[in-house]
């Protein structure tokens, strides 16, 4: 049975950083590209950040790049987003899933709230 819990949200002043963590057990850590989705209230869930398998190749959505940085342990099969200069406009619950994402694998995200 696969599971991802996420941990390291919080409530964080603008301008302030966060490290999020996903702790993911079962087979498919491995072998699979991991992302970051958030989805804050009333809108969609959108990816944030992706990692391939070996952690060599990293890509961002716009809104956060040079500010968020996806990263990744393999012997840990703990997948992480250290996120540096936030604003309000990110907001939202945080979660970590395979790229392309994968229904059953959602777990219950960990909430980040920017706010002064």
């Known amino acids: 049975q696969v599971q991802l819990v996420e941990s390291g949200g919080g409530l964080v002043q603008p301008g302030g950083s966060l490290r999020l963590s996903c702790a993911a057990s079962?087979?498919?850590?491995?072998?699979?590209?991991m992302g970051w989705y958030r989805q804050a209230l009333g809108k969609q869930r959108n990816v944030v950040a992706t990692?391939?398998?070996?952690?060599?190749?990293?890509n961002y959505v716009d809104s956060v790049k040079g500010r968020f940085t996806i990263s990744r342990d393999n012997a840990k099969n703990t997948v992480y987003l250290q996120m540096n200069s936030l604003k309000p406009e990110d907001t939202a619950v945080y979660y970590c899933?395979?790229?392309?994402?994968?229904?059953?694998?959602w777990g219950q995200g960990t909430q980040v709230t920017v706010s002064s």
């Open positions: 899933n395979t790229v392309p994402e994968f229904g059953l694998y």
């Open positions: 990692i391939t398998t070996g952690g060599s190749s990293t």
């Open positions: 079962g087979s498919i850590f491995k072998v699979n590209t």
